[in-house]
């Protein structure tokens, strides 16, 4: 068995205990699983503050994986879909953010005005593999129009996740693809 990295997409700007983490919830649901001595994770600090968490995070991203043309190239990332077309916390009222030049960014959630970390579409898209999971029928509305490239489809940050040297794969159970 090999060695482990973990870092994450994107974290809420509250501590690790937090219920809201993201941390919190991967470490519960999969890290606390895995061999420690095996397993190397680079979380956000969410706790710290978002800028300067962004940047900081962004260097530890860069020393820990390969870059090609500034850029760093995970081999995985997973990703979520929001009922808003949201991934990462790329929201629709931030659509720059997918071509934003760093490797991390501050968002904001557009309802609660929660304050995010998160990775750039730029970065997301460097990946060699992305992969959406997304559960739910209140997402197949969203995943009608991003698959049939109707309705709103552009103005969900989702549709712009496209690799631009990797491959592409959504899963999704059947409430999710009920409408494809």
């Known amino acids: 068995m ?4 973990f870092f994450w997409g994107d974290e809420r700007n509250v501590p690790p205990t937090h219920a809201d983490s993201n941390y919190k919830m991967t470490y519960d649901s999969l890290l606390k699983y895995l061999p420690a001595a095996q397993l190397n994770e ?61 490797v991390c960014c501050v968002a904001q959630h557009p ?3 929660q304050i995010r ?5 730029k970065t997301i898209n460097r990946a060699r593999k992305v992969a959406f999971l997304v559960t739910g029928e209140g997402k197949s509305g969203r995943i009608e129009e991003i698959f049939k490239a109707q309705g709103a ?8 996740i ?19």
């Open 153 to 160: 489809w552009e103005s969900y940050p989702a549709t712009f």
């Open 42 to 102: 680079y979380r956000i600090y969410g706790e710290n503050e978002p800028q300067a968490e962004a940047i900081r995070y962004g260097k530890v991203i860069e020393q820990h994986t390969d870059l090609e043309e500034g850029l760093p190239v995970f081999d995985l990332i997973i990703l979520g879909l929001g009922e808003d077309g949201h991934t990462a916390s790329i929201f629709p009222h931030q659509m720059e953010l997918l071509k934003d030049a760093h």
């Open 2 to 5: 090999g060695e482990y990295s």
């Open 117 to 121: 970390v998160s990775l750039t579409g």
């Open 162 to 180: 496209q690799p631009t040297h990797g491959e592409l794969i959504w899963y999704m159970d059947k409430s999710a693809a009920s409408k494809l």
């Open 111 to 113: 309802e609660s005005g």
